[in-house]
């Protein structure tokens, strides 16, 4: 346990600082990072105000105040879904560039590299998104709501960390069975339709709807929920996250000897 | 075992074609039993041509593809059963073009992978320097320049550092001078040399003869996945080419010559072709026999040639490559 713990704090360590680094170069990802999520509440008004009167939209989905809501949603959803998508792309990204390779002969276990390069994205991506939508929660809502939204955007970390198992799993079997990326691009809105993002699971046909318990995304948006429709206790926000957890235990135990396995492959064939 | 840096026996390795669900129906044999070794202080050069089988024993032994048979040791250690410590005691090099983060410069690149092997900032910044010296990377601009705007030899001189960057007992080098500016392919070459003086093991592979004659201590000729002659650079000669040509420039006197010439080389295998005024004359004999062309050459002194120059020619590396690797490819 020892040497893993070290070799992800190293690997960690390395890609923030390249991450950093890369950053700094190419500031206008930053801007872009910065205007998804008000892109994304933007298309989601219009359409709804297309489709009937936004008072129906906030009834349907349950809360008092939409924009708040929606503003929230969409920090929790973009941050939640990079960490999937950041750590299963990770492996191929690494790959494509031909780091992979040095990356393995410098760190114990490719699935600790994984893990590293995926949360150290996703937590970056995490913190740009949720300061980008500090102004919106300010001008719609107010200090106490800023206050609720750091909150969440601790449990949304916690909640990131449950969802890397999947990545990892997703990546190194992507990489593995030498899929292309372009297979990946199927799991952020299927996340999307299942975590209730941006309406109902209740919507959902029953086999979907039972699915997205099994996606701790969705336990994540109902903490979201009840924060933006009854300015619930801390407390009582944490319910859904603790849920959101113990699903991504479940998930990570399950991704260990699955990485393993998948790590042989590598190793066998040559990835 | 002790002694030996790289300890390579048997290796099999069978790529299998098709799709996960059909695997073991068709494959490619790879490798085909390649044993070698490299003892400490040496570089020992793997060349064979295109798909010989060369990056795949690179990546064999550096843990990075497991062998579908026979073993492998680095430094004492199996690359199967010790991967953790044998990638502790490797510098690799895979390809020149790839393997680092495009808009990153060398410097920052370099670092990236200096915190992954744990090296402390502090000793990782001299360490830098240190590379830098020994490579020319600051010469050349490579350290605040990014990747993509880099050229071959830059990225080359850049591999060659993260190779070197933890300080590894072991480097294996897979075609480290392709497409290098001749300036790069010198620093290279000067500092792999470097590396056996200070006691460490250098595997390197090419298809590139100079190269390999230049800088290798001992060959492993590789094709079809065979090991198919190894030894230093004359022994592989001597095996291979019991021949060799004592050449010799010689002005002649003013008299005729050819009857001379004729008389006083009877019995040998030799030609004799003219340049100006200059007579130059080969004349072919068995290996450690060359003296006795030799004595011929100074008895003719005596009938009025004067000896410009002489010299004895071996067989070139590249004769052996061709003859080695078309009896290799028939196998
Ligand atoms: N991942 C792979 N899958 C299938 N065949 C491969 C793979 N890698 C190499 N080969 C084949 O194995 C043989 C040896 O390749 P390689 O080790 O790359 O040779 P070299 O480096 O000497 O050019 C070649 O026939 C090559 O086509
Ligand atoms: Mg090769």
């Keep these: 346990m020892r040497p893993v713990a070290s070799a992800l704090a190293r690997q960690l360590a390395a890609e923030y600082y390249m991450r950093f680094m890369a950053f700094s170069r190419a500031k206008h990802l930053l801007v872009t990072q910065i205007m998804w999520p008000y892109i994304m509440v933007v298309i989601i008004i ?18 008092d105040n939409p924009v708040l809501f929606l503003f929230t949603a969409s920090a929790v959803a973009l941050s939640s879904l990079s960490a999937v998508t950041y750590t299963a792309s990770s492996v191929i990204w690494a790959r494509w560039l031909g780091t992979l390779e040095y990356v ?27 300061a980008s939508v500090v102004p919106a929660i300010l001008y719609f809502g107010g200090l106490a709501d800023l206050l609720v939204l750091g909150y969440l955007a601790g449990l ?15 990546g190194m079997a992507s990489v593995a069975l030498r899929l292309e990326s372009n297979v990946l691009d199927f799991i952020p809105p299927l996340l999307v339709l299942l975590s209730g993002v941006f309406y109902p699971v209740e919507l959902l046909p029953a086999l979907l709807e039972a699915a997205s318990r099994f996606i701790p995304l969705y336990y ?31 998930y990570a135990a399950l991704a260990v000897p699955l990485s393993l396995l998948l790590e042989r492959a590598m190793l066998r064939r040559g990835a | 075992m002790r002694e030996d840096g790289i300890v390579a026996e048997s290796l099999v390795k069978r790529y299998h074609i098709g799709g996960l669900l059909r695997r073991g129906r068709r494959y490619i044999e790879a490798l085909r039993g390649v044993s070698f070794r490299a003892r400490r202080g040496e570089v020992l050069g793997l ?32 690359v199967v059963k010790d991967r953790g ?133 001992r060959i492993a000729f590789i094709a079809s996945g065979r090991i198919v002659a190894e030894g230093s650079v004359d022994e592989l000669k001597s095996i291979l080419s019991p021949i060799v040509s004592v050449v010799a420039r ?82």
Excluded: Q
């Excluded at chain 2, 089988?53 to 497991?66: F, N, Q, R, S, Y």
């Design chain 1, 46 to 63: 219009l359409l709804g105000e297309a489709y009937g009167d936004i008072e129906v939209y906030a009834g349907n989905i349950g809360v």
């Design chain 1, 104 to 130: 393995t002969l410098a760190a114990p276990s490719s699935a600790v590299y994984v893990a590293a390069a995926g949360f150290a994205g996703a937590s970056l991506t995490t913190l740009t998104v949720y």
């Design chain 1, 156 to 170: 949304t970390v916690l909640g990131l960390a449950t969802l890397l198992a999947a990545g990892i799993v997703a």
């Design chain 1, 220 to 250: 994540v948006v109902e903490a979201a929920k009840l924060y933006s429709s009854l300015s619930t206790a801390p407390l009582e926000l944490a319910a859904p996250i603790y849920a959101a957890a113990v699903l991504g235990l479940v």
């Design chain 2, 47 to 78: 060349l064979g041509p295109n798909g010989a089988g060369k990056t795949t024993t690179v990546k064999i032994l550096a843990t990075l593809l497991e062998p579908d048979e026979g073993d492998a040791w680095i430094a004492g250690f199996h």
């Design chain 2, 85 to 217: 410590l044998v990638r502790r005691n490797i510098g690799v090099m895979l390809s020149v073009e790839r393997g680092f983060y495009w808009k990153l410069t060398g410097r920052e690149n370099l670092v990236y992978f200096g915190l992954l092997y744990g090296i402390p900032r502090a000793k990782l910044d001299s360490r830098i320097r240190e590379l830098s010296d020994l490579i020319g990377l600051e010469e050349v601009g490579v350290l605040d320049k990014p990747f993509e705007e880099m050229s071959l030899g830059m990225k080359a001189r850049l591999g060659l550092a993260r190779a070197l960057l933890a300080d590894p007992e072991v480097i294996m080098l897979d075609e480290p001078s392709l497409g290098l500016d001749p300036a790069s392919a010198r620093r290279v070459r000067r500092v792999i040399r470097g590396l056996a003086e200070e006691g460490k093991t250098v595997l390197l592979t090419t298809h590139n003869m100079v190269e390999a004659e230049e800088v290798c201590d």
């Design chain 2, 250 to 331: 010689l002005l002649p006197p003013h008299n005729e010559v050819n009857g001379l010439l004729d008389k006083t080389l009877a019995g040998f295998d030799f030609s004799v072709r003219e340049r100006g005024e200059y007579l130059v004359v080969r004349i072919r004999v068995k290996r450690g026999e060359e003296h006795l062309a030799v004595e011929k050459l100074l008895s003719l002194v005596k009938d009025g040639f004067r000896l410009i120059e002489s010299r004895v020619e071996e067989p070139g590396l590249e004769d052996l490559y061709i003859a080695l690797t078309r009896g290799g490819s028939e196998a």
